[in-house]
């Protein structure tokens, strides 16, 4: 009876958190949009130039292109064409509600899952992806959680019936959280210096055990193919890590102490592994090391404060350009984690506020669609507008990374999605209702769109 119970109780979750939009149909005629600006991002921004794509690919780019008959033609003159913003560590689609348990299917139990695949978790109707693409963000990674290796994630289009649609890349990477370097002296600390600092070389031996046991698996299966008869039990977990193991296909190790990083390079380097450093705080303090073992970093959000107290209090801000003037690869990220979940269209943002810092403004952009493409591995798909890439970006009548966006539409792999979503319908509701009422303050006509939304919602709020 309790289990019936939960099913109906898990059902009717799913129908509030669902979203209600139609996927974006398949591309079925060639579609020029004339005179736009080209915010190639590979190359310069091109002005006045049109773009034409067809079956979900650019085809041309060129100025002044003749359309045929079957062709749909968009006079887009001024306005802004940009490649899709790529948000490279997130949750969107495992989670819906942080607090609520119920909606969250990003971590397994146990301490190491490498056989845990994100796309199969995916949730296409979730209510953040409308939201999320509603400011340009439409490719995003997805990533598990928990444990010490927390399983593989996989790059997903915020578009789709089902996550076999959604997905354009699996596996993107494998996951690990690399053992805390740090040890507390505190007065209520149980365990003596000597044991933390066995327990973290415990942590790491751990890991070492677990790639020697993937290539020792790996040779007993190639044994296996050349002796039929002999039968050996599958191990899922070992099987699942051979593409990272052995084909060295990116790790993701989220570490961001200046010891993680170090300890991170030296058994990635002594295991013969390729690895990206996710949330590198302290990555402006290992340039050399990063550039000799060609690591590249995700940066885990800009806009907070330092690590320490006694550094300056821009330093995060700075993060970026300095890893740049030092020849550091790297993309910009927004935090993720409750109550940060629902906040990848933030990405942009986050852009913004490097290129306020000192990092270029077109870097920013490029932090943000192509770099982030290339350490994914997608760039030869998305990420930039380059003849024979998919057609995946949107048009704004603003520049990119605007704290006020105004886009117009969005294109994933040429199909139109929709850019509605639920909070712009409650402000339109809302709006409306104290419109009727006499009780909106026309001044709110003449402010931006933000303060705009957040005086009515508070106004909704006192209520």
């Known amino acids: 009876m309790m289990n019936n119970r939960l099913v109906v109780f898990l059902f009717l979750v799913s129908l509030t958190f669902a979203n209600d939009q139609i996927p974006g149909e398949d591309q079925k005629r060639p579609i020029l949009l004339k005179g736009g600006v080209l915010h190639t991002v590979s190359t310069e921004v091109l002005e006045g130039y049109d773009i034409l794509f067809s079956k979900g690919k650019i085809v041309r780019i060129e100025k002044n292109i003749m359309a045929s008959p079957e062709t749909d033609v968009y006079d887009v003159f001024g306005k802004h064409i940009i490649p899709s913003y790529i948000a490279p560590i997130t949750r969107i689609g495992l989670v819906e509600i942080g607090l609520v348990k119920q909606t969250r299917d990003y971590a397994e139990r146990g301490t190491y899952n490498p056989n845990v695949k994100a796309n199969v978790s995916y949730n296409p109707d979730s209510e953040l992806i409308p939201i999320t693409r509603s400011n340009g963000v439409l490719i995003a990674n997805s990533v598990p959680a928990g444990g010490r290796i927390s399983g593989q994630s996989s790059v997903m289009m915020l578009d789709g019936w089902t996550w076999e649609q959604a997905t354009l890349k699996h596996p993107s990477g494998l996951h690990i959280n690399w053992p805390s370097m740090r040890i507390n002296y505190g007065s209520n600390i149980k365990k003596s210096e000597k044991q933390q600092r066995e327990e973290i070389q415990k942590s790491i031996r751990d890991l070492d055990d677990m790639i020697r046991n993937v290539r ?3 040779q007993r299966i190639k044994q296996r193919s050349r002796l039929s008869d002999e039968r050996q039990k599958a191990d899922l977990r070992l099987e699942s890590m051979i593409p990272f193991v052995i084909e060295q296909k990116s790790i993701f190790v989220h570490a961001n102490e200046a ?45 907070k404060v330092p690590t320490r107290r006694f550094e300056p209090i821009h330093l995060p801000y700075k993060l970026p350009s300095i890893l740049k003037a030092q020849g550091v690869q790297f993309c910009l990220n927004t935090i993720i984690g409750y109550p940060n979940d629902g906040n990848i269209r933030n990405l942009p943002n986050e852009a913004m506020r490097a290129s306020a810092y000192g990092l270029d403004k077109n870097e920013a952009l490029r932090s943000i669609t192509l770099s982030t493409a290339e350490i994914l591995g997608i760039d030869h798909m ?38 509605n979503n639920h909070q712009k319908m409650l402000y339109k509701k809302y709006q409306e209702k104290y419109r009727r009422q006499g009780q909106l303050n026309l001044s709110l006509i003449h402010i931006s769109e933000p303060t705009r939304r957040y005086a009515i919602s508070y106004a909704v709020f006192c209520l």
């Open 382 to 419: 998305v990420g930039s507008l380059d003849i024979g890439k998919d057609a995946t970006f949107f048009i704004s009548e603003t520049p990119p990374m605007e704290m006020n966006p105004k886009i117009l539409m969005a294109f994933i792999q040429g199909r139109e999605v929709d850019l």
């Open 216 to 218: 020792a698996y790996f």
């Open 259 to 303: 010891r993680q990083i170090k300890s991170a390079v030296d058994w990635a380097r002594k295991n013969d592994l390729k690895i990206i450093i996710v949330g590198a705080s302290d990555s402006w303090r290992l340039t050399d090391l990063l550039i000799k073992n060609n690591i590249p970093v995700i940066i885990d959000q800009v806009e």
